[in-house]
């Protein structure tokens, strides 16, 4: 028999061995839990991430997961991550352009033509006029710079660069060249615009016009010497001067803003506010000059430019025009009573015009500006749907052009200056109101001084 110590030590060895292989079997099983659990968490880690980080460059040896996840337009993903800084250059030299000849010496500075030396390319150079009398930059020519360097547009003009020159008061706008202005144009032109072709430059230029409120830019001083005309028959907004952009309610505005000719009845009566309906008055006034070929309201001050507003448009009434009476300049104006129900738009004096041409310019020439159509409800309009259509471009007649000659001169009022005294303050009344008292009653009214 065997004895029990040895069995007890023989016992317990074994025990301890079992013991021991169970400890073991027990930790490899542990780990395995662990190492399943934590390849599970892994996995679902990885199911819920975002699709992959976003690839920062376009190059080829992307793998085929990342160009399948990210934006396959390559303009599209430049987009996302562009990040512009602003960017220091020296400008470029007025020396690098030949000048071939001057167009104009206008309010605020000089045109000419010029040629890139480095291109050949023909441009427009407009030199900045300095305001000696002024403190500082001309605003003029700030606010032409900053709205021209914003308003891309194929009907405004497109300003290329800014150049400096000798001395640092020398800055020069280079801008594309078109061959004529509206104005020039017309004055060498035998016979007016046929209808088709009025259409097609109207469309534009309130194409142009549309884009420029629809970013909050009033021009404020269309004019036919300030749309350009290339020979392509392409027509371009210029002239930016005036050009602001809309305040913000009950900020105070410039008066004294868009040229005589083409001036709306509320600046002329010294309204304090203002807005887009001012364009679309001159607009009227270019629609009116394209169709006659001649300024349609070319008064020679601002109570003779009233005059002229009321006996094509009517007068105002307080039904049609309400709050007329309250703008400032209303109360020197005696309009005469006999006279008063006469408010309807003079249409003799278009008689080639169709009626959705008459209706068209009647609403650009309401006295009363909120019922000028919107830039945008003009190229709705259809005056522009009906015979004869708007001639293609491609088919616009060429003319000679005289910006591509000597320097030309012209007759007719310039921008306002800043510094005018603005309304009709300072006009002498009493003698323009007499000449006129004659002269107007066969136009069916006059104005006479309060
Ligand atoms: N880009 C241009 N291409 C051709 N002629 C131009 C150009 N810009 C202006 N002009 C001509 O110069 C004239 C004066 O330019 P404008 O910009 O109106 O200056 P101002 O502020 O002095 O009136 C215009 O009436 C037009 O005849
Ligand atoms: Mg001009």
Redesign the pocket.
Known sequence: MASRWADDEADKAEALRRKQDKEEKKRLKLQKQQQAGEAARAAKEASERPAKRRRLSNSEDATTEDTARTPKDPEKERKLLRFEGGRWAPCHHRSNFETLNH??E????W?SRAKDIATSQVV?L?KVKMDYNQDGFPITALREIAILQKARHPNI?DLKEVVSGDTTEECVLV????EH?LK?LQEDMHDPFVASEVKTLLRQLAGGVAFLHDNYIMHRDLKT??I?LNNRGQLKL??F?MARYIPPPSAPLTQLVVTLWYRAPELLLGTPNYGTEVDMWSMGCVMGELLLKTPVLPGTNEVDQLSRIFSLCGLPEEKSWPGFWRLPNAPSLKLPRGQRNKQSFDRTRFPFLSGAGVELLSSLLSLNPDDRPTAKAVLEHDYFREQPKPKPSEMFPTFPSK?GQEKRRKQSPH?PKRGDAPGLGKVDFSSIFSAQEEGEKGAGFMLKMA
């Open positions: 167009i104009e206008g309010s605020y500075g045109v427009a407009k003009v801008m594309e060249f078109l202005d020039t010497s300030n350009l210029a002239d001067g910006a921008a």
